[in-house]
């Protein structure tokens, strides 16, 4: 099955900019789209972005819009998320998911979850 993980997370200047790796280390991804959903404490999980893997369309969240990008590897079977601008508000757990089908603004929709990486953005 698909295997998630996140890496890159940690601490960031607000202003700054980051780049978030997810590796699936399981089988590769057939299925139709992987995202980005952020969550932070006493909130609710936040679509991000999402990219469909075939057509490499992709879709972000109000709260990021113009600031963030998805891209892919997918020789390498992965995803990465990139975000500039940061604010103080961006701090949060970030989750790489994968959905087989689907609303991909919806975390509900999505059947495989990485543990998540930590961004916390400092003022």
């Known amino acids: 099955q698909v295997q998630l993980a996140e890496s890159g997370g940690g601490l960031v200047r607000a202003g700054g900019s980051l780049r978030l790796s997810c590796e699936n280390s399981g089988r590769p991804f057939g299925g139709s789209a992987m995202a980005w959903f952020r969550q932070a404490p006493g909130q609710e999980r936040e679509f991000v972005g999402a990219?469909?893997?075939?057509?490499?369309?992709?879709s972000y969240g109000d709260s990021v819009q113009g600031r963030a990008t998805v891209s892919r590897d997918r020789d390498k079977n992965m995803v990465f998320l990139e975000m500039h601008s940061l604010k103080v508000e961006d701090t949060a757990r970030y989750y790489c998911?994968?959905?087989?089908?689907?609303?991909?603004?919806?975390?509900?929709?999505?059947?495989?979850w990485g543990q998540g990486t930590q961004v916390t953005v400092s003022s």
């Open positions: 990219m469909w893997w075939i057509s490499g369309d992709t």
């Open positions: 998911a994968a959905t087989s089908g689907g609303r991909v603004w919806m975390s509900a929709d999505y059947d495989y």
